[in-house]
């Protein structure tokens, strides 16, 4: 069993930074792909990005490309959102997600009801707001 605590978020001005932390409870091997998502109020779970297994793949949703890096460390089993420019439409709760790869990680990883993430952390809440 994976369990997928998220940490880091917090109360930011736009422009600034946040730097969000997946640390997994249990082996976060590299035979799991990792999504990261948000959820606003009264909106749907937005898939922000996620990296393949092996690190050596990711895809980002539109609106933080180029401004959102992740990236993975299986040696510390944690996964990290950096999370550059923040604008207050990134206010959210963060989720991280876990899947057991079947090794054909494509943008579908960015559909959370698709891909078939089996496990879920409790979320962080990121707040951007002058």
């Known amino acids: 069993q994976l369990q997928l605590v998220e940490s880091g978020g917090g109360l930011v001005q736009p422009g600034g930074s946040l730097r969000l932390s997946c640390a997994a409870a249990g082996f976060l091997d590299d035979y799991h792909d990792i999504g990261w998502f948000r959820q606003a109020p009264g909106k749907e779970r937005e898939g922000v990005s996620c990296?393949?297994?092996?690190?050596?793949?990711?895809h980002y949703g539109d609106s933080v490309k180029g401004r959102f890096t992740i990236s993975r460390d299986n040696s510390r089993n944690t996964v990290i959102l950096q999370m550059n420019s923040l604008k207050p439409e990134d206010t959210a709760v963060y989720y991280c997600?876990?899947?057991?790869?079947?090794?054909?990680?494509?943008?579908?990883?960015?559909?959370?009801?698709?891909?078939?993430?089996?496990?879920w952390g409790q979320g962080t809440q990121v707040t951007v707001s002058s």
């Open positions: 997600a876990a899947k057991r790869t079947d090794f054909l990680f494509s943008d579908s990883c960015l559909e959370p009801s698709q891909y078939g993430y089996q496990y």
């Open positions: 990296i393949s297994a092996s690190g050596r793949s990711t």
